[in-house]
């Protein structure tokens, strides 16, 4: 699976971004999908994941509230929109395809990043 990540850029503290993942290569409902972030001298860390079908989705703790992951199979794409942005939320963000069991998931495949960066 390849995955083109978009959307990330510059904003101000509480602004909004809509990053976009469009995949290519396989089937894409075959795979559920997850967005990680990673900041510079830190952990990556679990942003969001949704199933194949949309039906479920799981959020880290430093993003509930603020962050929704959806999915079109029909675009092949998978959606994080981002909300009521911090500075902390500053990183590069990395889609990636996988498999989730239960509330687990687990990526495969990943995507280039893109760069989230909010001013305060």
């Known amino acids: 699976v390849q995955l083109q990540a978009s959307g990330g850029g510059s904003v101000q503290t509480g602004g909004s971004l809509k990053l976009s993942c469009k995949a290519s290569?396989?089937?894409?409902?075959?795979?559920?999908m997850g967005w990680f972030r990673r900041a510079p001298g830190k952990e990556r860390e679990f942003v969001a994941s949704?199933?194949?079908?949309?039906?479920?989705?799981y959020y880290g703790d430093s993003v509930k509230g603020r962050f929704t992951v959806s999915r079109d199979n029909a675009a092949n794409t998978v959606y994080l929109h981002t909300n009521s942005l911090k500075p902390d939320d500053s990183a590069v963000y990395y889609c990636?395809?996988?498999?989730?069991?239960?509330?687990?998931?687990?990526?495969?495949?990943w995507g280039q990043g893109t760069q989230v960066t909010v001013s305060s």
């Open positions: 290569g396989r089937t894409f409902s075959d795979y559920a």
């Open positions: 949704v199933s194949w079908s949309g039906g479920a989705k």
């Open positions: 990636n395809a996988g498999t989730m069991k239960g509330v687990y998931y687990y990526p495969r495949y």
